[in-house]
DNA sequence: GCCAACGTTGGC
DNA sequence: GCCAACGTTGGC
């Protein structure tokens, strides 16, 4: 089972879509992610791949834009670096533990499709609401569907 | 700021 | 290898 996309989770206190238009190439590798569900989601993104850009921790959480799989997952340089928050001990350069994607920014959406409206559609069953504490999640094509479903009727109106 | 959910750690 | 304690996530 493929998936159609994938949603990734940031707290935009940290990093916002915003900080991905300013950065160079609008490009930035994914990491920093310390969870195995999703680390094996992040090994698993593929080049050319959708990814939605989801803001957690914040007054509206919700999806504000789209990005794409630039290159795929390599290992995360922070796990080795010991001034880095994300700094693991227990992770060797021979068998490192963590790995990040490259992504590119693609578009900003003109509103943010909220936790709220998410909930009244397919997304509803998707594991941003199951499973509550992973950010790197498998959207089905029905949960891609309902994104663009709800793109494109902002677009008409 | 609270607190529920839940992944991780560490003692045994 | 179990499981209690602990820490973190993230919505509200």
Known sequence: MMPAG?????????????????APQ?????DGVRNYMA??????????????????SCPVPGIVGEMV?????IPDPAQFDPASPYFDAKSTPEKPRWFAPKM?????????????????????????FTHTRLSV??????EVGAIDQWLGALACR
């Open 6 to 22: 994938w949603l990734l989770k940031s707290e935009p206190d940290t990093f916002s879509i915003d900080s991905l238009m300013a």
């Open 26 to 30: 609008k490009t930035t590798l994914w």
């Open 39 to 56: 680390r094996n989601n992040l090994l698993a993104m593929q080049k050319g791949e959708r990814a939605f850009f989801y803001h957690s």
């Open 69 to 73: 799989v630039m290159s795929k997952a």
């Open 104 to 128: 590119k920014f693609v578009k900003k959406y003109p509103a943010v499709f909220t936790r709220e409206q998410m909930a009244h559609t397919s997304l509803g069953n998707s594991q941003l």
């Open 137 to 142: 999640i498998a959207l089905s094509a029905a």
